[in-house]
């Protein structure tokens, strides 16, 4: 089910696919040098739809990004290969104007029982 919701302070939770593992993201082809695995090429066509159908308003300035995983079987993962994906993604879909220091000040991840795959909520900060 796709939902966002926005709380009084303009902080956005969106629900998304399982993310791919960063290690999973790009292959080397020869000639070609790196490129997309079709791996992430699937999870982003997926993402993209869940995100645009979700509608979020874009976020400006400094933000604090909770990624909440709920494992999608029983092979163990690392939390943190999660969450580039999902940062580049919201970039991408303007829910965030950037990734690197100046706007993403803190990212934290954490392994739920229950829910969706894939939570994410992006609120303001200093």
Not at 76 to 82: C, I, L, Q, Y
Request: a positive charge.
């Amino acid at each position: 089910m796709n939902a966002v919701a926005v709380n009084d302070n303009g902080a956005v939770w969106l629900t998304l696919p399982f993310p791919p593992s960063t290690n999973n993201l790009f292959i080397n082809v020869a000639k070609r040098g790196r490129v997309r695995s079709s791996r992430y090429d699937l999870w982003l066509t997926e993402a993209d739809w869940e995100l645009k159908s979700q509608r979020p308003q874009k976020m400006t300035g400094r933000v604090a990004v909770t990624i909440c995983l709920c494992p999608v079987d029983k092979r163990r993962r690392d939390a943190d290969n999660g969450a580039k994906a999902i940062l580049d993604l919201l970039v991408k879909h303007g829910v965030i104007e950037g990734d690197d220091s100046r706007f993403v000040r803190k990212v934290s991840i954490e392994w739920v029982d229950v829910g969706a795959h894939c939570t994410v909520f992006v609120e303001k900060t200093a």
